[in-house]
């Protein structure tokens, strides 16, 4: 299906030695029935002619925020109010740090302050560069912020390393577009409940136990299922800083218990529940005071299992649980789908690279009591569409 055909898209090119590709993608784009104006940077001309640009888009590239050449309009936020989306692509390390702290000092940059549409990333850099911890930072800034991050696979750059860095292909960035256009609403009318998240068991006033969570991927859950319709219902632990839609109904936790006591009062009002945060699932009586001797033990109590709450009693509803596993995987996670009563398992095998806790990316099998999908390496946000559909299905 070609939801691309009528659309605007926005093309931000940056100083990259893969903005050779993007010229692939404008082909590609204009063919499909989209209208395309690029945007570059002065870097960027370096690498490819704006020339180049302008004969496949067939519209002037702009690359000077004060050029006089131009029919009379304030054109960046002209070209903001066209956009349907803008696709940075190559978005380098210079140009995500610009976005994240909101600095607007060329044409790109101003214009996409301006805009209100889906924004779109695809980072190419030096390895190094792009695992930087700063540079991850401006990432999950930008994608906490609603912007999408598109990865290109590991292999070869311009520098003469080896490794992750390079620009996705344009081929991903047009099914990614064309996903964007055709976007489901096959949650309307339904209610979703999602959790995200660690939890804490305080030990005293000062200290508590907790996991790695950051809650990107329920976060990403919840969004999905937002923007195909649903009503979220969202209760949320100790996560990253989001941009929570105001639309949901947010629940505030801090630990297990207060997590299991949001989920029983909101359950009922659910459709499909999703148990994606990552609760202590062991608890303490916690001392009165600081504790301060030289050595000193704990005796943990097991918490209420939520996740077996809600299969038992829920219904016809669906229930969709995580498992975070090391070992025997799936049978792991095929046991922890019967014991909880689940329909669903999203099993998550913490010892690949680009999976687990605290990234962008995850890497998942899908488990029913009847198939296991094996899915690769992808964004938090595009597995969470799978997961919706996957659970649509059953």
Same mark, same amino acid.
């Given at each position: 299906?070609?939801?691309?055909?009528?659309?605007?898209?926005?093309?931000? @090119?940056?100083?990259?030695?893969?903005? /050779?590709?993007?010229?692939?993608?404008?082909?590609?784009? @204009?063919?499909?029935?989209?209208?395309?104006?690029?945007?570059?940077?002065?870097?960027?001309?370096?690498?490819?002619?704006?020339?180049?640009?302008?004969?496949?888009?067939?519209? %002037?590239?702009? @690359?000077?925020?004060?050029?006089?050449?131009?029919?009379?309009?304030?054109?960046?936020?002209?070209?903001?109010?066209?956009?349907?989306?803008?696709?940075?692509?190559?978005?380098? #390390?210079?140009?995500? *740090?610009?976005?994240? *702290?909101?600095?607007?000092?060329?044409?790109?940059?101003?214009?996409?302050?301006?805009? =209100?549409?889906?924004?779109?990333?695809?980072?190419?850099?030096?390895?190094?560069?792009? $695992?930087?911890?700063?540079?991850?930072?401006?990432?999950?800034?930008?994608?906490?912020?609603?912007?999408?991050?598109?990865?290109?696979? $590991?292999?070869?750059?311009?520098?003469? +390393?080896?490794?992750?860095?390079?620009?996705? $292909?344009?081929?991903?960035?047009?099914?990614?577009?064309?996903?964007?256009?055709?976007?489901?609403? !096959?949650? =309307?009318?339904?209610?979703?409940?999602?959790?995200?998240?660690? =939890?804490?068991?305080?030990? +005293?006033?000062? %200290?508590?136990?907790?996991? %790695?969570?950051?809650?990107?991927?329920? /976060?990403?859950?919840?969004?999905?299922?937002?923007?195909?319709?649903?009503?979220?219902?969202?209760?949320?632990?100790?996560?990253?800083?989001?941009?929570?839609?105001?639309?949901?109904?947010?629940?505030?936790?801090? =630990?297990?218990?207060?997590? /299991?006591?949001?989920?029983?009062?909101? /359950?009922?009002?659910?459709?499909?529940?999703?148990?994606?945060?990552?609760?202590?699932?062991?608890?303490?009586?916690?001392?009165?005071?600081?504790?301060?001797?030289?050595?000193?033990?704990?005796?943990?109590?097991?918490?209420? +299992?939520?996740?077996?709450?809600?299969?038992?009693?829920?219904?016809?509803?669906?229930?969709?649980?995580? #498992? *975070?596993?090391?070992?025997?995987?799936?049978?792991?996670?095929?046991?922890?789908?019967?014991?909880?009563?689940?329909?669903?398992?999203?099993?998550? !095998?913490?010892?690949?690279?680009?999976?687990?806790?605290?990234?962008?990316?995850?890497? #998942?099998?899908?488990?029913?009591?009847?198939?296991?999908?094996?899915?690769?390496?992808?964004?938090?946000?595009?597995?969470?569409?799978?997961?919706?559909?996957?659970?649509? $299905?059953?």
């Amino acid at each position: 299906m070609n939801a691309i055909k009528g659309k605007t898209v926005l093309i931000g @090119v940056t100083g990259g030695i893969a903005a /050779y590709k993007t010229c692939s993608v404008v082909s590609a784009l @204009v063919k499909l029935g989209a209208t395309c104006h690029v945007m570059m940077t002065k870097n960027a001309t370096n690498f490819v002619a704006p020339l180049s640009f302008e004969t496949l888009s067939h519209n %002037r590239v702009t @690359v000077d925020t004060f050029d006089r050449d131009f029919t009379w309009e304030v054109e960046h936020v002209a070209l903001s109010k066209k956009a349907d989306a803008v696709l940075i692509a190559p978005a380098t #390390a210079n140009v995500i *740090a610009k976005l994240a *702290a909101g600095i607007c000092d060329d044409f790109l940059t101003t214009t996409v302050l301006a805009c =209100t549409c889906p924004i779109i990333i695809a980072p190419a850099m030096n390895t190094a560069m792009l $695992e930087n911890p700063v540079t991850w930072m401006n990432i999950d800034t930008l994608v906490s912020r609603g912007m999408m991050a598109v990865f290109g696979g $590991e292999g070869r750059l311009a520098c003469g +390393d080896t490794g992750a860095g390079r620009m996705a $292909e344009p081929d991903d960035l047009i099914e990614e577009l064309n996903k964007l256009f055709s976007k489901k609403c !096959d949650l =309307t009318g339904k209610t979703v409940l999602v959790t995200s998240g660690a =939890t804490r068991a305080p030990i +005293d006033p000062v %200290r508590f136990l907790t996991n %790695r969570s950051s809650g990107k991927m329920g /976060y990403s859950i919840a969004l999905a299922a937002h923007e195909r319709g649903a009503n979220v219902i969202y209760v949320k632990g100790i996560t990253n800083d989001f941009n929570i839609p105001q639309e949901w109904e947010v629940h505030s936790v801090t =630990t297990t218990a207060e997590l /299991y006591s949001a989920v029983k009062d909101s /359950y009922e009002k659910a459709d499909i529940i999703v148990a994606a945060a990552a609760p202590c699932d062991y608890e303490i009586e916690p001392a009165g005071s600081k504790i301060k001797s030289e050595t000193f033990s704990l005796t943990l109590k097991k918490t209420t +299992d939520i996740a077996a709450f809600v299969g038992k009693n829920k219904g016809k509803r669906k229930l969709v649980v995580f #498992a *975070a596993e090391t070992d025997d995987c799936e049978k792991n996670a095929l046991s922890k789908l019967k014991k909880k009563n689940a329909d669903l398992v999203v099993l998550n !095998d913490v010892t690949k690279k680009g999976a687990g806790f605290d990234t962008d990316t995850n890497i #998942a099998t899908l488990i029913t009591e009847k198939s296991a999908e094996p899915l690769p390496i992808m964004s938090k946000r595009d597995l969470a569409d799978r997961i919706l559909d996957k659970t649509l $299905e059953l």
